[in-house]
């Protein structure tokens, strides 16, 4: 991944979204822009990029297919996603289209010269997050999802993902060094993704800790076979989640 380069997807290239991508350019950041559509934005899914930005115009047609398209880009490419706009209309984006997905959003109006300033600073912290271990979260819900990030992002560069189809369409690109995953999904249940995972020679050493509002015997003894490294109750505290995570990569070191 080319950690100092971003996409920037706009409504069209109006005068700010220019002046934006010029002082970036002038800080040696490489830039590719796009409008918010599928064909546009389908002429970058070849380059790597750590950082994306989607910047709402207030004349937004809400291309859906188009936005849906950039999120399922940015998952499949592992690259953080921020907003631009009006804070409602933010938040609708992110109910709508985005939930689970957002790294971080910034409201209008907006200063190009300190939204550069911050843009910068995530560029930094990307190149430094590249040396970090890698978790890959696996969950329907994005409110679980966010919290997971938010949770564990100071310390780890976590993936989330909402679905198994999604999980292996990432992992057929990147290996992450843990999966936390939900147990109960639709289409695609945890067990029967770690099973499909287990199955498969490249991949079936990755380490996988359930991510669970179950605990019961049963649910704990039907995948005992799959070798889950274990299990994490989705009701525990931020500091019991970050604590477990963090022991599992000590005893990994320790071996």
């Known amino acids: 991944m080319v950690e100092n380069r971003v996409l920037f997807v706009s409504d069209r290239e109006t005068f700010i979204v220019k002046s ?24 970058y899914k070849d380059n790597d990029y750590a950082l994306t930005y989607f910047y709402i115009d207030d004349k937004s047609d809400f291309n859906i297919e188009g936005m849906t398209y950039l999120r399922d880009l940015c998952i499949d490419k592992d690259s953080e996603l921020y907003l631009i706009g009006y804070e409602e209309t933010v938040s609708e984006l992110k ?31 990307e190149k430094s997050m590249c040396h970090k ?23 780890y560069r976590v993936t989330p993902v909402n679905s198994a189809l999604n ?14 995953l939900d147990y109960e999904m639709p289409a695609c249940s945890g067990p029967k993704f770690l099973e499909m995972l287990r199955a498969d020679v490249s991949l079936s050493d990755i380490p996988v800790i359930f991510l669970t509002g179950r605990d019961d015997a049963e649910s704990v003894k039907s995948v005992i076979a799959l070798r889950p490294a274990g299990y994490l109750l989705k009701s525990l505290p931020k500091e019991k989640i970050v604590g477990e995570v963090d022991a599992f990569f000590a005893k990994q070191k320790a071996k």
């Open 133 to 155: 271990k890698h978790i890959l979260v696996v969950d329907d819900s994005g409110v679980m999802l966010s919290t997971i990030k938010e949770w564990l992002g100071d310390k």
């Open 167 to 180: 999980a292996i369409t990432f992992l057929s690109k990147e290996k992450p060094d843990l999966i936390l």
């Open 95 to 125: 109910k709508r289209i985005f939930q689970g997905h957002i790294a971080g959003e910034y409201y209008r109006p907006v200063n190009a010269g300190q939204l550069v300033e911050e843009v910068l600073k995530e560029v930094d912290k």
């Open 20 to 43: 934006i991508i010029k002082k970036l350019e002038s800080e040696r950041v490489i830039c590719d822009f796009a409008t918010i559509d599928v064909k546009a934005i389908s002429k």
